[in-house]
């Protein structure tokens, strides 16, 4: 969570004083938790407000399609219980609340997150409130159960403001590929993009990344503080990256999947989509932990309350994998990596040079593991119990495949029949044996690299930054899978966790970022090597127009809002 | 996968072990009627050796449990359909696998019960298959490495006319793995619909292959039989056949010894231990006939057709099914300990310990069998009719233990009178209204030789009734104790000589043997009260004196 330091020194909404808080000059919200509500008094935004400003914004910028439910009934009375808690909590004794509290006394707050709104992509199954994943096939599925990690925001007070846009199934790079179309990029509307010369805001908006780009999108637009993404090649720091954002995967385990509708169980995590990184370790911290649903969670290693202001680096080791200066890497993101390999060294870290030699085999292994249990898990899509439901009842089998081949995308249908080809009894050994062998020496890769005493490995998390939807669709989304996820793909074979950290602006006005990779559960190590470099990289906050809806005009797309029904 | 959370038992629900000891079921099965060499179909040819047949069985026990193997649903035959079905069993998307602690116990002591090595480490599979009644199109399985290998089921059967001699017959246990069950489909065809209940769905199995070590359907059935007497022993199977919690596949095949095994058909559709034996003594006939014909035998799934006793060929193509097998990604390896093994700071409630539970085991049939027959002097046939019939071991040493008479006599009228009035009424041996305390009162007068044996019978159909009465009170109130006055049994044998002339000139012409049928003219006159030995002596003594022809003529 914040230091008590930053504690006391609480700004109101707005004002633009401290990193960043100018992107908000239209009066809509500030950039941290740490200058939301505070039990101690001295924020000085309600919860309600805060909540009316996050909604409004979300109509506003409706246009960048980041939203598939907007849940604002819902939102509202969230909001309105978390006031009563502030109002009730001034004369109480302030006592910042572990997450643990899960049901404090009424009129108590109840941690960091109370009040501060969030979002959800929409692949996380929410209780009575539809969840698609940006299918067909679950168009109109109402889940009776809410996801464990969700569940633990609600419990915290945090305020649901929709569930965001995605590829159809978190099946793509790009969040182009979901039945809801395209999200776009903010920074598309940003100042510092726009007014760059000869850029048309009608045709040359850039995408956000993906799968998860919905998430981003709410964040980077300031419609919500936090996002839930998920992460299985990069899907979360994909997105946050070319948004500009922190985004981080978690250690494999430390986050339960308990109603995050699968893509790829063994690689599978909930990802954390913020705008510094102190507030991914609060979000963290509330978040990660034992869940009795999810048998591959892990108990989470002991990690303090929030990240010091005041970290040393001195000790840290630093590793540059060589393998990660693969083609197609943009000038500008290798001289980022290079200044940032710089400060660090000049912080005092060590940086040296090492070697992932099997991480260039990633991504084809990665195609294997991924379709094949892609096969397995979607083979529950029958339309049976629930979701989309073809009409043709010729038999049992001519149901199952009229289902399916409505139900869902070229995409998802390809990886489908790929996967079952890889499943194969007489192609099992020869592919998905094999891809198991490579994720292992990948794997070990890491593991050996780490044991060499290396504490961190500093890589791109992208090869450039964010491509214009135009060009990005001129390449299928195999292709387009396999580009975009080089990086962060091999992170998710070892299970380990990964942050990724905006550290420029490029040419064009939109965020470079890159990525620091950890040892299994030294999550929060990591988020304190991403603190030290926030505080020294002075990434630019983004500047939205006054008129954000001068922009949606420009963009020539009407916004796209659904609001959930409860 | 993660490294980070392999080794160890993740996620195991923590619940109450709610088994009990008693049983509900009683099993009316029986040993198959026919000895194996006489079911074996036999047909001989000059040139070549006989041909003989080669069983195997597939066995799915559906584990006693309260919960189902991954969700925590209760499990309940009989509940209304689609009444005991979680998010998981019903595969709604996001839902994960958590696996039940007892179903891993259950399977454990089966393995150890059957000499199985327990596999420390095991594997959990998804197998993939499109069907209605399952609900997430795969079934979470033990492929690769399943929790026990390598055992040894011991059965015994009993031949010859009298069937009478024990044979000790021995197949072996390629493995046992843990694995769900399916929902049930329900085929409407008036509506052409089909109707699901998933309710089953999920239900912990555990799946026994036993290796082709029979050779007719009279020794997989009386495999099976003593299979079922384990898990009831160790209650991790309720084993009603019948209720679907013991499966049986067969797969059969005929070769001549020496040569190769004989390509295999494989038998579904058996719910009973004799339909069984039909079932696969058909098949091998319908096979040996087919080799003998110079065909062969095809690659295939049969059923059973319990009406007319053949089994058909089933239209699915299961066999041609490629099942893409996948590692289970949402289980990490299960792993077992031992007391010395389990890693410090472990919480109890998430490990199984394969010593503690291997301390747990119950007596198990073979050794209670053997227990009785040396402890009692009982014959071993015997033996296993007690320990067949469900509770009726505790029974007989109930009666032992209270009465005076000998083990060898408590025996005969625990198997022959009690337990034939309970087969007559269909009840169970818990349902006896004569209590082990009642039987051995009666057993005490008769061996007191306050009654005489038939009289006892009387007593014990009149106890039967259940009117609260004890034996001696019957005794009492119907006049049955042993007449033991001479005169009085002097006077009824006098009168039984008077009245069957023919008989006594027989008798004193030579013919001994008719002296029993005017011993059982005064039982008769008595009801059963005379002291038998009295009445031969009287009656060999009144015979013995010359007849008084002189004085009646």
């Known amino acids: 969570m914040v230091s008590p330091g930053q504690r006391q020194r609480h700004l109101d909404l707005g004002t633009g004083g401290g990193r960043g808080c100018e992107g908000a000059s239209s009066g809509a919200v500030c950039l941290c938790l740490c200058r939301c509500p505070r039990p101690c008094g001295g924020g000085r935004v309600s919860p309600t407000e805060l909540c009316t400003r996050c909604l409004e914004q979300v109509k506003r910028t409706g246009f960048l399609n980041a939203f598939v439910t907007v849940t604002e009934e819902q939102a509202l009375r969230q909001a309105s219980e978390a006031e009563r808690r502030f109002l009730e909590g001034r004369s109480l004794t302030a006592s910042p609340l572990t997450h643990r509290d899960r049901s404090p006394p009424p009129g108590k707050p109840r941690g960091p997150l109370d009040g501060i709104p969030f979002s959800v992509k929409d692949n996380f199954c929410t209780e009575n409130i539809e969840t698609t994943c940006a299918s067909h096939m679950l168009k109109g599925y109402f889940p009776p159960y809410t996801a464990t990690v969700v569940q633990k925001l609600l419990d915290q007070g945090a305020v649901l403001i929709g569930k965001t846009n995605l590829d159809e199934f978190a099946m793509g790079a790009g969040s182009t590929d979901g039945v809801f179309g395209p999200v776009r990029n903010p920074w598309s509307y940003s100042a510092q993009y726009r007014e760059r010369p000869g850029v048309d805001p009608r045709s040359d908006w850039v995408i956000t990344g993906g799968s998860s780009g919905g998430s981003a999108a709410a964040v980077a637009s300031l419609g919500s503080f936090l996002a839930l993404g998920s992460d299985s090649g990069g899907s979360t720091r994909n997105p946050g990256a070319l948004c500009g954002l922190v985004a981080l995967k978690p250690t494999y385990g430390l986050l339960s999947r308990h109603g995050l509708i699968p893509l790829v169980n063994s690689m599978d995590v909930p990802g954390i989509l913020v705008r510094s990184a102190d507030d991914a370790a609060t979000a963290l911290g509330v978040l990660r932990g034992l869940d009795v649903r999810d048998s591959t969670t892990i108990p989470p290693p002991a990690a303090p309350p ?36 710089d400060l660090l060294e000049r912080g005092g870290a060590s940086v040296e040079q090492v070697s992932l030699p099997h991480t260039q085999h990633s991504i084809v292994c990665y195609h294997v593991l991924c379709t094949a249990e892609v096969a397995s898990n979607m083979a529950r ?41 890889f499943l194969l009894k007489r192609n099992y050994e020869r592919y998905f044996m094999k891809a198991q062998k490579v994720r292992r020496l990948i794997a070990q890769d890491f593991a050996r690299v780490f044991r060499d005493g290396v504490d961190v490995l500093l890589t791109p998390t992208t090869l450039g930054d964010a491509v214009r939807y135009c060009d990005f669709i001129q390449e299928d ?90 | 996968m993660a490294a980070s959370s392999s080794g160890r038992l993740a996620g195991i629900c923590s619940l109450k072990d709610k088994i009990s000891l008693g049983y509900s079921n009683v099993f009316c099965g029986s040993f198959a009627t026919s000895a194996c060499h006489h079911a074996q179909p036999q047909i001989k040819r000059k040139a070549s050796p006989q041909l003989v047949g080669v069983v195997g069985l597939e066995i799915h026990a559906q584990i006693y449990a309260s919960t189902k193997l991954f969700s925590s649903s209760q499990v309940c035959f009989s509940s209304p359909p689609n ?28 393995g150890l019960a059957l000499g199985c090595t327990i596999n420390k480490r095991s594997l959990f599979d998804r197998k993939h298959y499109f069907y209605a009644d399952l609900p997430a199109g795969y079934q979470i399985t033990q492929q690769r490495l399943p929790i026990a290998v390598g055992g040894r089921l011991s059965y015994s059967h009993l031949v010859g006319r009298k069937r009478n001699q024990v044979v000790d017959k021995n197949v072996r246990i390629k493995q046992i ?114 080799v003998e014909g110079g065909g062969t035998v095809l690659n295939e799934t049969r059923a059973f057709d319990f009406k007319s006793g053949q089994t058909v060929p089933m239209r699915d193509k299961e066999g041609l099914q490629d099942y893409r097998f996948m590692p289970e990604p949402n289980l990490p390896p299960l792993i077992l300990y031992e007391r010395e093994t389990v890693p410090a700071h472990t919480d109890p409630r ?3 310990l394969v010593d503690q539970l291997q301390e747990q085991l119950p007596e198990l049939p073979r050794v209670t069998r053997d227990r009785l027959v040396t402890t009692y002097g009982i014959l071993p046939e015997h033996s296993f009719t007690l320990v067949n019939e469900d509770g009726l071991v505790d029974y007989f040493v109930g009666v032992v233990q209270q009465t005076r008479a000998e083990p ?25 209204p004569v209590s082990p305390n009642a039987l051995a009162e009666l057993l005490d007068l008769l061996e007191a030789g306050s009654i005489s044996s038939p009289a006892a019978k009387l007593v014990l159909q009149e ?51 008719v002296l029993n049928k005017l011993i059982g003219q005064v039982r008769k006159q008595t009801k059963g009260r005379a002291d038998p030995q009295l009445v031969r002596a009287i009656l060999e003594e009144e015979l013995s004196r010359p007849p008084f022809h002189g004085e009646t003529t």
Not at chain 1, 393 to 408: K, P
Not at chain 1, 493 to 512: D, E, K
Not at chain 2, 98 to 106: G, Q, Y
């Open chain 2, 83 to 110: 009444s005991s079905v979680s998010f998981f069993d019903a595969a709604l998307p996001g839902t994960l696998p958590v696996l039940n602690r007892r179903c891993v116990e259950a399977a454990v002591m089966t």
């Open chain 1, 381 to 421: 899509f029958d339309g049976l119990q629930y979701g989309h439901r073809s009409e043709v009842n010729d038999s049992t089998e001519a149901l199952y495949a009229a289902t399916c081949h409505e139900g869902f995308n070229d995409v998802v249908r390809r990886r489908i029949l790929a996967g079952n080809y």
């Open chain 1, 477 to 566: 989304n195999r292709t387009r899978s396999a580009q975009e996820d080089v990086f962060t793909q091999p992170v998710n074979m070892a299970g380990l966790p990964a942050v990724t950290v905006p550290t420029a602006l490029s040419s064009r006005g939109l965020p470079i970022s890159l990525q620091l990779i950890g040892r299994a559960s030294h999550d929060w190590q990591l988020l304190g090597v991403a603190k030290w470099l926030e505080q020294r990289l002075e990434f630019p906050a983004i500047q939205l127009p006054q008129d954000v809806s001068q922009a949606e005009r420009e963009a020539g797309v009407p916004g796209r809002v659904r609001t959930s029904v409860l």
């Open chain 2, 463 to 513: 106890l039967w009734k259940g009117s609260g009465k004890s034996a001696k009170h019957i005794v009492e109130e119907q006049g049955l104790g042993l007449m033991r006055d001479r005169s009085e049994i002097q006077q009824v044998c006098r009168r039984v000589i008077d009245s069957h002339p023919d008989e006594v000139s027989a008798l004193r012409a030579g013919n001994k043997n």
């Open chain 2, 350 to 352: 998430q490990v199984v």
């Open chain 2, 408 to 432: 060898k006599k408590v025996i005969g009228w625990v198997l022959n009178d009690l337990l034939g009035l309970l087969k007559q009424q269909c009840l169970t041996v818990s349902q006896s």
């Open chain 2, 177 to 290: 793995q843990l694995e769900q069950d399916s929902g049930k489909s329900l085929h409407d065809s008036y509506r052409s619909q089909t109707l699901i209940d998933l309710n089953r769905a999920g239900v912990g199995l555990m799946e026994l292959v036993l290796e082709p070590d029979m050779s007719c359907g009279e020794e997989a059935a009386a495999a099976v039989r003593e299979l079922q007497l384990i898990l009831q022993a160790l209650g991790t199977c309720q084993g009603n056949m019948s209720e679907g919690q013991l499966r049986v596949d067969a797969n059969v095949s005929v070769h001549r010894p020496g040569e190769p095994l004989g390509v295999r058909t494989e038998v579904k559709n058996i719910n009973s231990a004799r339909f069984l034996a039909r079932a696969i003594d058909y098949e091998l006939q319908r096979q040996m006939a087919v």
């Open chain 1, 306 to 341: 929030h990240l010091p202001d005041d970290i040393d680096i001195a000790r840290i080791r630093v590793g540059i994998p060589k393998e990660y200066h693969a083609p197609g890497l943009s000038a500008e993101t290798l001289c980022q990596w290079g200044r940032v390999a």
